[in-house]
């Protein structure tokens, strides 16, 4: 049996252009994007994931690999995974902030641990709410949302025919003020519950300053910072569910498969 050298050709430039894609999509998607997930198996699930979507997608244009354009698209297509990807990023970093805020609010910001993720040290609560939400969004299933986005990016814009315009760019930079807007939500609470433990030391120490309540009001300040992180658990849920739906409706918005 003869394989043509241009069947060849094309077999490849159809396996390669969704291989930068989805390569783009692991390397900024919460969960693989850690340094913690060896780069061999990023590449191998990428391979795996695109020979499993190469039916469904459209043949590539490309006819020559070795040439510039097809390095400027293939550039492309790494760019457009890596911007749906970082979506699910700003995601999980909006509870990492939230957790930096309350830890300094709170006096826990001396506790430091390294974050596996990014490899730089963070507040232990931050790295708290950064288990909780990468633990939740496995639980919602965001990773086969994060696969199905991927897939239906190739009717969205197909390779070689379709690329982001500079709104969908501002879009998705303007949807990070989302994140500081959740962290500060999340982080409300706490922040206001502090300041009256702040706020009644202050008291107390105006009416006796003989008990020097300061002394002791760092450690105080600690355990009812904990105490309050705890009670506050049950919102934590609800505050990762609506921000997921915001960030998946941006996708679908980039998408264009808006209802």
């Known amino acids: 049996m003869e394989v043509e050298l241009a069947t060849i050709n094309q077999f490849l430039a ?5 291989f930068m894609r989805i390569s783009g999509l692991f390397a900024a998607m919460i969960g693989f994007s850690g340094k913690s997930v060896p780069t061999p198996v990023k590449a191998l699930l990428a391979i795996m994931l695109t020979l499993i979507i190469m039916p469904v997608v459209p043949p590539s244009p490309v006819t020559d690999l070795v040439n510039v354009g097809t390095f400027v698209l293939g550039i492309q297509q790494l760019i457009i995974g890596i911007g749906i990807g970082f ?19 709170t ?3 001396f506790a430091s641990i390294v974050d596996p993720v990014n490899g730089i040290n963070v507040p232990a609560v931050g790295q708290f709410y950064l288990i909780l939400a990468t633990l939740l969004f496995w639980t919602f299933d965001g990773h086969l949302a994060m696969i ?14 379709a690329w982001w315009t500079g709104e969908q760019f501002r879009s998705i ?3 990070g003020g989302w994140m500081f807007i959740s962290a500060v939500t999340l982080s409300l609470a706490p922040i206001v519950s502090l300041l009256i433990v702040n706020l009644a030391f202050g008291v107390m120490t105006k009416a006796a300053p003989q008990l020097n309540i300061f002394s002791i009001g760092f450690s105080i300040a600690q355990v009812m910072g904990l105490l309050i992180i705890w009670v506050n658990l049950d919102n934590f849920t609800v505050h990762f569910e609506t921000q997921w739906i ?14």
Do not use: K, Y
């Open 107 to 109: 006096g826990l910001g």
């Open 246 to 259: 915001r960030a998946q409706q941006l996708m679908c918005e980039l998408l264009r498969i808006c209802p």
């Open 173 to 175: 930079a303007h949807w």
């Open 148 to 161: 199905q986005m991927i897939v239906m990016s190739f009717q969205a814009f197909p390779i070689g025919e």
């Open 14 to 18: 159809d396996m390669l252009m969704p």
């Open 87 to 105: 979506i699910s990023m700003m995601v999980l970093n909006t509870f990492v902030l939230a957790g930096q805020i309350i830890a300094m609010q």
